[in-house]
């Protein structure tokens, strides 16, 4: 089977449609969301709307998730996350809250073959910046493939009998075979907010047949999402910083 994996759209439906319009040359058997629909772009029911949408889909909740549906504080947040929290809570309709506040919590098992957690398999909303947590989070980790998301960063961490070691993925696009007797930990990357310098859509492709998984970048329509932030009254530095990828 070919499964579509991508997290932390935010809220950015020019980059969801890019990833949409792009799958729709391939064949998609399962589709797997690791949450963070909503949060900093300024189209949180669109993009809901279209997730909730596709079939089959398995769907777990991020920190963005939770805090706009009022299932967690943003006491943790910074002032512009903040603000992007209050203003969805303002503009999400009821039907895409309730969907919301019924997405579960990770870690969730897809079709008996492998994990799914927001942060960590430990605790959905920990951060997995390198080998250190990698290590950690290997602890709790139950199946030997497990994609998480968060962080905004396309990586791959393995743990070969006792090493731990972390790739990140540079490019436009990358491919690894997964080997036996190794347990990974995978980010696709942010589909509406990449992190890693590099503005465009990140997602990524498992085959479970071949063991392969592939990550892609595309561009998209940046400046309309940044349009769309400003005039939507969001704060400035949320346009800005998706034409950076931070």
Known sequence: ??????????????????????????????????????????SPNETIQKVRNLRPLSIIRGNHDKAVTGQDSIETFNPVAAAAIHWTKKKIL???????????????????LFAICHGSPFDEDYYIFG??????????????????????FPCVYTKRDSVVEGTFMEGSSNEIKLEKGVTYL????????????????????????QH???????????????????????????????????
């Open 1 to 42: 089977m070919r499964y579509l994996i991508f997290s932390d759209i935010h809220g950015n439906l020019e980059a969801l449609n890019a990833l949409l319009k792009h799958i729709q040359k391939r064949k998609i058997d399962h589709f797997v969301c690791l949450g963070d629909l909503v949060g900093y772009g300024a």
């Open 94 to 112: 009821k039907k895409n809250a309730e969907f919301l506040g019924h997405v579960k919590k990770g870690p969730q098992v897809v079709n008996d």
């Open 131 to 152: 080998e250190f947590d990698a290590a950690e989070a290997f602890d709790y980790q139950k199946l030997p493939l497990c994609f998480f998301g968060h962080t905004h």
């Open 186 to 209: 995978i980010n696709p990357g942010s589909v509406g907010q990449p992190r890693d310098r590099n503005p465009r859509v990140a997602f990524a492709l498992y085959d479970s047949d």
């Open 212 to 246: 392969v998984v592939k990550f892609h970048r595309l561009e998209y329509d940046l400046i309309d999402a940044q349009h769309k932030i400003i005039k939507a009254g969001l704060p400035p530095a949320l346009a800005e910083r998706l034409s950076l990828g931070i």
